[in-house]
């Protein structure tokens, strides 16, 4: 399996965020990457991994996707932040706009740093520093190449079953909507490469979320689309705590197209399991030609910030069923912080797969 990487992804790195009201070390850090990539290699040999640096295939494919004024604002926004006397750790809104907000407009007030921050985020957990914007964009050149790969290699013979491209990428990009940035993510890394192959294509996509917390942005973005369809299994009522619901199904050509699952706190390897059984037959009968995975490792018992129940040992079974849809399979990192366990995870869900 190839793994695509870029050092520049370790450029993001806050010192905080705040999370239930309190100050605390930054969760999504550079050491995520370099732990499973460490892992991985140790395993390169007796599981044919192969790594590769990305190639940068420039902003087209990210502008498909997002509006071109919130990507110009992650591209000037803490240079502007700090020569308007904003604190060089990095920028965090201290205003949002509101729909009950008298003055609620979408481009109303948002002239200077501190208003900009707020209009184009949604939380605290996105804090932008001087190099956020070198870290995404590197991330989601990590998923464009991986994608470019997997098309390339789903055309030649493989016997082991389908093939599968492993973006090994930070900051993760299922919470990013075409014009905010919230729950660490900036970019939607699993957005732009499901348009990107549909584009090169013309064929159709899935794509598999299973990260513990629901992927309102891609959601968002595809929801008014038959392709992709759009599949989540998480864990619910948690963050981003307005989204995920059974009744999200989508709208108009989209209507059906969108799959939610929420799961309770409760959720052990069995229940897990059963879930993705059932959502996985859904997948099959969409008859997709692609399947995109937003792969989260979150789910994990120990996770710092999630609820599930869950055991390393799961992961392998989890891979196991991924492939069992049967199609070319790009994984892209999503969550999972939980640094003692996070390399093992997601080498086993890899392993699965490989198996």
């Given at each position: 399996m190839k793994v695509i990487y870029s050092e520049e992804c370790a450029k993001h790195a806050p010192k905080y965020e705040i999370l239930s009201g309190n100050l605390v070390d930054y969760f999504e850090s550079p050491v995520r990457i370099e732990i499973i990539k460490s892992h991985l290699q140790s395993f390169s040999s007796s599981h044919n991994y192969t790594f590769h640096e990305s190639t940068d295939y420039g902003i087209d494919a990210i502008l498909a996707v997002h509006d071109s004024d919130f990507v110009q604002y992650l591209k000037t926004a803490y240079d502007e932040w700090c020569q308007e006397g904003g604190d060089k750790n990095g920028i965090l809104p201290e205003a949002f706009p509101h729909k009950n907000m008298p003055s609620f407009g979408r481009n109303s007030g948002a002239a200077t740093a501190i208003a900009k921050a707020g209009h184009y985020c949604y939380d605290l957990s996105c804090c932008i520093m001087g190099g956020t914007w070198l870290a995404a964009y590197a991330s989601a050149q990590v998923t464009i190449s991986a994608a470019k790969a997997l098309m390339e290699d789903c055309s030649l013979p493989?016997?082991?079953?389908p093939i599968g491209v492993f973006a090994l990428c930070r900051p993760p990009g299922h919470h990013a909507t075409n014009n905010l940035c919230g729950g660490y993510c900036f970019l939607n890394n699993v957005a732009i490469v499901a348009r990107l192959i549909i584009s090169a294509t013309s064929k159709k996509v899935a794509i598999l979320d299973i990260d513990y917390h629901h992927?309102?942005?891609?959601?968002?973005?595809?929801?008014?689309?038959?392709?992709?369809?759009?599949?989540s299994l998480h864990g619910h009522p948690d963050y981003p705590w307005f989204s995920g619901h059974a009744s999200e199904t989508g709208e108009g050509e989209g209507e059906g197209y969108t799959v939610n699952v929420p799961l309770t706190t409760e959720t052990d390897d069995k229940k897990y399991l059963e879930a993705l059984r059932s959502v996985i037959q859904k997948i099959i009968a969409y008859e997709a030609d692609f399947l995109v995975v937003s792969l989260g490792v979150d789910t994990f018992m120990h996770d710092p910030i999630a609820g599930f129940n869950m055991t390393s040992g799961v992961y392998i079974e989890i891979g196991k069923h991924i492939k069992s849809i049967g199609k070319p399979t790009l994984f892209v990192l999503?969550?999972?912080?939980?640094?003692e366990t996070i390399g093992i995870n997601v080498g086993n869900i890899l392993e699965g797969f490989n198996s």
């Amino acid at each position: 399996m190839k793994v695509i990487y870029s050092e520049e992804c370790a450029k993001h790195a806050p010192k905080y965020e705040i999370l239930s009201g309190n100050l605390v070390d930054y969760f999504e850090s550079p050491v995520r990457i370099e732990i499973i990539k460490s892992h991985l290699q140790s395993f390169s040999s007796s599981h044919n991994y192969t790594f590769h640096e990305s190639t940068d295939y420039g902003i087209d494919a990210i502008l498909a996707v997002h509006d071109s004024d919130f990507v110009q604002y992650l591209k000037t926004a803490y240079d502007e932040w700090c020569q308007e006397g904003g604190d060089k750790n990095g920028i965090l809104p201290e205003a949002f706009p509101h729909k009950n907000m008298p003055s609620f407009g979408r481009n109303s007030g948002a002239a200077t740093a501190i208003a900009k921050a707020g209009h184009y985020c949604y939380d605290l957990s996105c804090c932008i520093m001087g190099g956020t914007w070198l870290a995404a964009y590197a991330s989601a050149q990590v998923t464009i190449s991986a994608a470019k790969a997997l098309m390339e290699d789903c055309s030649l013979p493989n016997e082991n079953g389908p093939i599968g491209v492993f973006a090994l990428c930070r900051p993760p990009g299922h919470h990013a909507t075409n014009n905010l940035c919230g729950g660490y993510c900036f970019l939607n890394n699993v957005a732009i490469v499901a348009r990107l192959i549909i584009s090169a294509t013309s064929k159709k996509v899935a794509i598999l979320d299973i990260d513990y917390h629901h992927g309102n942005g891609t959601q968002a973005i595809f929801y008014s689309t038959s392709n992709p369809i759009y599949v989540s299994l998480h864990g619910h009522p948690d963050y981003p705590w307005f989204s995920g619901h059974a009744s999200e199904t989508g709208e108009g050509e989209g209507e059906g197209y969108t799959v939610n699952v929420p799961l309770t706190t409760e959720t052990d390897d069995k229940k897990y399991l059963e879930a993705l059984r059932s959502v996985i037959q859904k997948i099959i009968a969409y008859e997709a030609d692609f399947l995109v995975v937003s792969l989260g490792v979150d789910t994990f018992m120990h996770d710092p910030i999630a609820g599930f129940n869950m055991t390393s040992g799961v992961y392998i079974e989890i891979g196991k069923h991924i492939k069992s849809i049967g199609k070319p399979t790009l994984f892209v990192l999503e969550g999972g912080y939980h640094l003692e366990t996070i390399g093992i995870n997601v080498g086993n869900i890899l392993e699965g797969f490989n198996s």
